[in-house]
């Protein structure tokens, strides 16, 4: 189930910065994968060049994907997942998409796709598409077989990987429909398509992951800022100065195409016109964390941003008392719990008050009998984030 937000807020989410560069003992250089890993993905396109198509399959190969700070508009869906488009197999004048979508919590490796059952709603490597997308001929494929190789993961928007032998096999939606995540089937006798070996990058020079305890998330002498809504991918700045909660700061974007962007902000704050007109340090924090770490009489808000809970209501964010599980006076609110225990009201009954239903980012997060339901922010230009995730028992 999903939960759109009761229209646009004011503020300029879209504005927040999105250097694309990496920083290594604060020098910026462009950043190719680590051998390590491109030595695995050797290995597995080496094995692969003496196969041949299954009987009845044709083979078609996949572009370059975008996760989604890349795309335009900016999309971040409730789970990772890479857009693109496979070579043209239906009408040559209209795309064929290309999808996969992992788990949040989706480790570096080796995964095996028939694991899924070629159904969209149980698999957690999806690798999927569309014939002839948004027509009325529009056909969907869905891989039931293959390896998709996890070679490095710097944020879980941002990995390298590789697909191996994946035959992709038409298919059409199945139940649950009404689901945040619907079920495929394949067609009995239907068309088949086979993928020898692809590569993606989503990395992102410059590119970091926020999370509390990730290695990019407290680099000395640089601060790892959010770029999406519950602060799971991020953008490195240097951090030059000694300014800290609240103070004006200065932004100076990155001068040349392999910089990063510089601020007056200490380590560990941003420099940010989110909330304001004029751009103030502010403390990053992991609103998924224990203790998000947030100075007194602040809270860890929207984009992993420690700020005042006055700044944030006047802007369309509500604040509902109740406790994980506890009945909401609201029927819907984007926060509840407290710090480091924080939820959202929904109200699934329709009873005009939401239950406080706790925060995830993995849709592996969820118990048994649960799925993962998510706000819908909407932004600029009719993008949408979706990585603010709860867990509801869906009866499934």
Known sequence: MSIRNSGAHPFRAWRVSAV?????????????????????????EQQTQQLTPPAGCTEITMGALANGIQTTPVKYGAQPTYLGTFSAFGDPAVADTANIRL?????????????????????????????????????????????????????????????SNVTLRESVNA????????????????????????TWNT????????????????????????????????????????KTQGEACTYTPAPTSSGLATTDCAQGFACTDLFTEARQCLATCDPMAAVPGCPSGTVCGVYGLCIE?????????????????????????????????????????????????????????????????????????????????WCYADGL
């Open 175 to 198: 139940p649950p429909l009404s689901a945040p995540y619907r079920g495929s089937a394949v067609v009995p006798g239907g068309e088949c398509k086979w993928i020898r070996f692809a």
């Open 309 to 389: 809970q006055s700044v944030l209501e006047p802007i369309g964010f509500a604040f509902d008392p109740a406790l994980i599980g506890e009945t909401c006076s609201l029927g819907f609110a984007e926060f509840c719990g407290t710090e480091g225990a924080r939820g959202a009201c929904v109200d699934l009954a329709g009873t005009g008050h939401g239950t406080c239903l706790r925060y995830a980012r993995a849709r592996s997060d969820c118990g048994a009998g649960e799925e993962l339901g998510f706000i819908g922010y909407p932004l600029s230009g009719g993008g949408y984030d979706r990585t603010t995730g």
């Open 103 to 163: 788990d949040v919590n989706t480790a570096p490796g080796l995964h095996d796709l028939a694991s899924g059952g070629a159904n969209l709603f149980t698999c957690e490597q999806c690798v999927f598409g569309y014939q002839d997308a948004g027509t009325a001929g529009q056909k969907l494929f869905v891989a039931d077989t293959g390896s998709l190789l996890l070679a490095l993961k710097v944020s879980p928007q941002q990995t390298v990987g590789a697909l």
């Open 20 to 44: 694309l560069w990496m920083a290594v003992a604060g020098c910026a250089v462009e950043t190719p994968a680590p051998a390590p890993e491109q030595a695995a993905l050797e290995s597995l």
């Open 203 to 242: 990395v992102r020079a410059g590119g970091c992951d926020p999370r509390q305890g990730s290695p990019t998330a407290n680099l000395p002498g640089l601060s790892c800022v959010a770029t999406d809504y519950l602060a799971d991918d991020g953008t490195l700045e240097q951090a030059t100065g000694t």
